[in-house]
């Protein structure tokens, strides 16, 4: 399916069933890139134009909030000290329990992308291996197919 087609349907999939934030409009995308020192995946920007975060799962508590552009922060070294100078982290999904996903993208591969699990009990368990997907909405995807599960884990780390 096209990447703008499958964007689309997950845009309203979430207007439809989950509670969204408004757009993000072209200014504050801009700030987070220089935040991040990069740009991001073409997908996550072009979500991010439409849905400017969006609580998963209606309920008191749900289990994942796609965090506002506002909300999201640069991972520093200290977080995955294993980190090379060519690496960019940035947490956007808020997962309960202080755990977050985060999307990983590379200086010298700008089409690279990965999607990494940022379990913080998880270090130094696991090495340098948090890589759980490598395509921003096809996690987003993955999310609203779980019905409220952490559908990645007990599958095989990449």
């Known amino acids: 399916m096209d990447q703008k087609l499958r964007i689309k349907n997950v845009v309203d999939r979430i207007r439809k069933h989950h509670f969204r934030v408004g757009a993000a409009n072209v200014d504050k995308i801009n700030?987070?890139?220089?935040?991040?020192?990069?740009?991001?995946?073409?997908?996550?920007?072009?979500?991010?134009?439409?849905?400017?975060?969006?609580w998963l799962f209606?309920?008191?508590?749900?289990?994942?909030?796609?965090?506002s552009v506002s909300?999201?922060?640069?991972?520093?070294?200290?977080?995955?000290?294993?980190?090379e100078d060519n690496e960019r982290l940035l947490m956007f999904c808020y997962c309960q329990d202080s755990n977050y996903v985060g999307?990983?993208?590379?200086?010298?591969e700008p089409e690279r992308v990965e999607i990494?699990?940022?379990w913080h009990e998880a270090y130094p368990e696991f090495g340098s291996?948090?890589?759980?997907g490598t395509s921003f909405i096809e996690?987003?995807?993955?999310?609203?197919?779980?019905e409220g599960r952490e559908?990645?884990?007990?599958?095989?780390?990449?």
């Open 31 to 54: 700030r987070l890139q220089v935040k991040l020192g990069g740009r991001l995946p073409a997908d996550f920007v072009e979500f991010y134009s439409e849905v400017d975060g969006a």
């Open 58 to 67: 209606r309920g008191k508590d749900p289990p994942f909030r796609l965090m």
């Open 71 to 83: 909300e999201m922060e640069k991972v520093d070294e200290g977080y995955f000290p294993e980190s």
């Open 103 to 108: 999307v990983r993208c590379f200086d010298d």
């Open 116 to 118: 990494v699990d940022c």
């Open 129 to 132: 291996d948090y890589t759980i």
């Open 139 to 146: 996690f987003v995807e993955g999310l609203l197919d779980s």
């Open 151 to 158: 559908f990645w884990l007990g599958r095989k780390r990449q």
